[in-house]
């Protein structure tokens, strides 16, 4: 066979293959909702089995990994909260290629949970971009130097920052739902104020295009999402006591629906033409949300309600036509999302703080000791798998050409065989 045609027959597939394979950019991965795409995703593992590699990450950090193409990101603060490090490995050996001291910060107050490295990083295959405990921006390129920092946007919590950035278009897209640092600490926290808002960076440059304003709202840590209906889009952001839609363009705030609660975690989650959110301490309660359009904000409304086994922390999961959520104390439910309906119900047991993922239809839970429970996305519950690595868990699954990245305290692991370039 002529060498030339040998060389294509090879290639070929080799291509196919690597246009298939699906990064996962950012907070929840390529869609925000945690979902992936991949097939024959590992269903089996331990500490010593079915393991690709296991790297040590210095520091402290609750961030997510991210994977794109061949490189894995993670952040990290020293132990005392102070140095901000963004760590870039080789997705194929595990190798730490580079691990870069982006600036230095002053810790604040944070919650027992949260960390100065909680938020995820995102990346659009040229540039990460992190955003670390005091608010500060950072955006370096794939040789780990600092392209920009936007260290303006100072930010305080009494929960400390617990939300991740995402990427629209050329935009950097981030809320802010803040408390005061001031005297009265309980302002923004426990008492509704109006410094709430969505904020926009220009990507390229690290400077703000628009602040959306909330209007009166509480603390939150709720990472925004895209909503797209034909030609228009939203960026769907919540906070404590609001849901709101915002103009991807202008900022311009496009409707807003009450929920009531402060310290909402859990972020925005799209599916079927609703909007899936829950509500924080005070009135937890989840809801499916009718988003508005532009030429009638009043067109936005609450379609249905739960208030049992409600989740403070980890994000839902819409997939395979259902919605499945799971509360700090391991119980897990599937509700049919046009209607609101329990399907069922059922205690997984451990607390939990990671948000959970679906792929190749089944949905991948994780505690907080490490367990991994696996069950199938269907309208009935079954268990498919139960793995542990044996240690602390909070950050949450990362899904990329077929393996599983899992951040633990001390360790990043790769769950799965072993890819060649």
């Given at each position: 066979m002529n060498s030339r045609i040998l060389i294509g027959a090879v290639l070929l597939p080799l291509v196919s293959l690597a246009a298939m394979a699906e990064d996962w950019p950012g907070w929840r991965g390529p869609t925000y909702q945690g979902i992936s795409t991949e097939k024959n995703v590992p269903t089996r593992w331990s500490a010593t089995e079915n393991v690709a590699w296991k790297t040590p990450i210095a520091g402290q950090g609750w961030s997510?990994?991210?994977?794109?193409?061949?490189?894995?990101?993670?952040?990290?603060?020293?132990?005392?909260?102070?140095?901000?490090?963004?760590i870039c490995l080789d997705r194929v050996r595990g190798s730490i290629l580079w691990d870069k001291e982006a600036f230095a910060q002053t810790p604040k107050n944070k919650a027992e949970k949260n960390s100065y490295a909680t938020s995820t990083p995102c990346t659009d295959g040229r540039r990460v971009y992190a955003v670390f405990g005091d608010g500060s921006f950072v955006a370096l390129d794939y040789d780990g130097q600092v392209v920009w920092l936007n260290r303006e946007q100072k930010f305080y919590s009494q929960?400390?920052?617990?939300?991740?950035?995402?990427?629209?278009g050329d935009l950097l897209l981030m809320a802010r739902d803040g408390s005061s640092e001031g005297v009265d600490k309980k302002l923004g926290w426990q008492k509704p104020w109006d410094k709430g808002v969505l904020l926009a960076l220009d990507k390229e440059t690290g400077k703000i295009r628009w602040q959306g304003s909330r209007g009166r709202s509480r603390i939150a840590h709720v990472v925004p999402n895209v909503l797209r209906d034909g030609d228009q889009v939203q960026i769907v952001s919540g906070a404590g006591d609001v849901v709101q839609g915002f103009d991807p363009a202008t900022g311009r705030r496009l409707w807003s629906v009450k929920s009531e609660g402060e310290g909402v975690v859990p972020s925005i989650v799209v599916g079927g033409g609703l909007v899936f959110a829950t509500s924080g301490f005070g009135a937890p309660t989840i809801r499916?949300?009718?988003p508005g359009i532009t030429a009638d904000p009043a067109s936005a409304g609450i379609v249905w309600e739960w208030k049992k086994a409600v989740p403070m922390i980890p994000s839902f999961v819409y997939a395979e036509g259902l919605l499945f959520t799971?509360?700090?104390?391991?119980?897990?439910?599937?509700?049919?999302?046009?209607?609101?309906k329990l399907l069922w119900q059922q205690r997984i047991g451990g607390q939990h703080s990671a948000s959970p993922i679906c792929a190749d239809g089944l949905v991948y839970l994780l505690s907080e000791s490490g367990d991994s429970t696996i069950i199938e996305a269907a309208r009935q519950y079954e268990q498919v798998a139960k793995n542990s690595l044996g240690e602390k868990c909070q950050a949450s699954y990362a899904v990329s050409r077929g393996q599983i990245f899992i951040r633990t305290e001390r360790n990043l692991y790769c769950i799965g065989a072993n890819k060649s370039k």
């Open positions: 997510s990994p991210i994977v794109f193409g061949d490189r894995v990101f993670v952040t990290a603060t020293s132990p005392d909260g102070v140095k901000c490090h963004v929960h400390g920052l617990g939300t991740s950035p995402i990427l629209y499916a949300i009718r799971i509360n700090e104390s391991g119980v897990a439910q599937c509700f049919d999302p046009p209607t609101g």
